[in-house]
């Protein structure tokens, strides 16, 4: 177990609705990413937060948001769902130091979008 | 060309043999590569960690590390059954350090 949680475990949603996802950090961490991880794919990086800031952003549209909390937690927020958001959202923290930060892995969040 | 490539497998090893993961990456500017494994239906598990060129080893696992030629790999001695899980790769560059790049992951089946 890492010390990461995320809620909910799995959700059913239908296109156009918002989705709020939600990842409590591991004790001592001070960052938080997120990540989605399509069906036989790896994780794709959506975004980081430090210090309640967006700290680096992937190829993700402005319809994924988020943010963090000054006792680390954080959420994903995405508005107007497709069909194509159908997949594992992970969030992993870390304690920010460069090059050596490691990750550690929530259960993850599967989310259907129909 | 992507970023991470692996190769997808599956890849069968008998139980108690080596069984060997291959990684090449394209930013020659990375600096911190890791090994995560994955069960079906679970999260990654992050178990090796390498930054330097040469090997580095830590149980059953070595990691091997040659920048020149953009190449990691993972060696996993006397296979177990519970080793049976997809292995992903992850590269983090020099720059815009806060990401890790994942390659597709190779499935790994240990046969008893």
């Known amino acids: 177990e890492t010390g990461v949680t995320q809620s909910p475990t799995h959700l059913i949603k239908t296109r156009g609705q918002q989705v709020t996802l939600r990842c409590s950090s591991q004790s001592g961490h001070n960052t938080v990413s997120w990540y989605q991880q399509a069906l036989g794919q790896g994780p794709q990086f959506i975004f980081q937060?430090?210090?309640?800031?967006?700290?680096g952003r992937g190829n993700f549209p402005p319809r994924f948001s988020g943010l963090q909390f000054p006792n680390y937690s954080s959420e994903l927020n995405v508005n107007a769902l497709e069909l194509d958001d159908s997949a594992l959202y992970l969030c992993?923290?870390?304690?920010?130091?460069?090059?050596?930060?490691?990750?550690?892995f929530g259960s993850g969040t599967q989310l259907s979008v129909l | 060309q992507k970023e991470v490539e692996q190769n997808s497998g599956p890849l069968s090893v008998p139980e108690g043999a080596i069984a060997s993961l291959n990684c090449t990456y394209s930013?020659?500017?990375?600096?911190?590569f890791f090994w995560y494994r994955q069960y079906s239906g679970k999260s990654p598990e992050l178990i090796m960690s390498?930054?330097?060129?040469g090997d580095k080893e830590d149980g059953r696992f070595t990691a091997q590390l040659n920048k020149a030629s953009q190449y990691v790999s993972l060696l996993i001695r006397d296979s177990q059954p519970s080793d049976s899980a997809t292995y992903l790769c992850a590269v983090r560059s020099n720059f815009g350090n806060e990401k890790l790049t994942f390659g597709t992951g190779t499935r790994l089946t240990i046969i008893p």
């Open positions: 937060y430090y210090r309640e800031e967006e700290n």
């Open positions: 930013d020659r500017g990375s600096q911190s």
């Open positions: 992993a923290s870390s304690f920010h130091r460069g090059q050596d930060e490691k990750l550690f």
């Open positions: 390498i930054y330097s060129n």
